[in-house]
């Protein structure tokens, strides 16, 4: 499956859209050291042994509760995300200064 067929590429959504995802337990952050359409691509070819090593090494997680409090906080924080039914892979803007955790 070709990244054009993902379900839907998003840039500078605020949290307020994530925070259902978040509370369904759907949403996976993506650190900044992947590219965001490559995870998205890795999850919609259902990658295992990929996902597994991404998992493993912090490249791939679920938000802590420290970043979603962050998150809460600012309103200001935007986020790029793609959509992979069930899931919402997500990075935090390149401007924006809260940090992704490993």
Do not use: C
Request: hydrophobic share 45%; no cysteine.
């Amino acid at each position: 499956m070709g990244v054009e067929n993902l379900s839907e590429q998003f840039e500078n959504v605020p949290w307020s859209w994530l925070r259902p995802h978040y509370e369904q337990s759907s949403l996976i952050l993506v650190n900044p050291a992947l590219l965001l359409s490559d995870a998205a691509q890795r999850v919609a070819d259902d990658d295992a042994a990929t996902i597994k090593t991404w998992l493993a090494s912090g490249l791939l997680s679920r938000p802590t509760a420290k970043q979603v409090a962050l998150w809460e906080q600012n309103s200001a924080q935007n986020f790029s995300i793609f959509v992979v039914q069930p899931f919402v892979l997500v990075q935090p803007g390149e401007s924006d200064q809260v940090e992704v955790e490993h």
